[in-house]
Nanobody, 125 residues
Framework: DVQLQASGGGLVQAGGSLRLSCAASGFTFDDYAIGWFRQAPGKEREGVSYISSSDGTTYYADSVKGRFTISSDNAKNTVYLQMNSLKPEDTAVYYC??????????????????WGKGTQVTVSS
């Protein structure tokens, strides 16, 4: 079965950085898009970013573009999310996600098929 393990969350001050990692297993990594969603209490989930493992195409939400960078190490079945210039509004639980039929921004708007357990990111002002 699909397993997605997120790690790397923590508490940082505004303007700081964190790097999240997603270790994937149980499926053919190169056939999937791997991404990150986040959810804060009382707010709707937000698609943050995803990467196509087959060709490296990336997508970002406007709210994080220019601050966050997603990357993939296919040999290790691992996806990273480098988060710089963090803001208090970035505070949320971040979830690693996967989908075998993902293209365009639709997957950020409507969700992806598989979700792992999240990691908490808290940004203080």
């Amino acid at each position: 079965d699909v397993q997605l393990q997120a790690s790397g969350g923590g508490l940082v001050q505004a303007g700081g950085s964190l790097r999240l990692s997603c270790a994937a297993s149980g499926f053919t990594f190169d056939d999937y898009a791997i991404g990150w969603f986040r959810q804060a209490p009382g707010k709707e989930r937000e698609g943050v970013s995803y990467i196509s493992s087959s060709d490296g195409t990336t997508y970002y939400a406007d709210s994080v573009k220019g601050r966050f960078t997603i990357s993939s190490d296919n040999a290790k079945n691992t996806v990273y999310l480098q988060m710089n210039s963090l803001k208090p509004e970035d505070t949320a639980v971040y979830y690693c996600t996967a989908d075998p039929n993902c293209s365009g921004y639709g997957c950020l708007y409507y969700g992806m098929d598989s979700w792992g357990k999240g990691t908490q990111v808290t940004v203080s002002s």
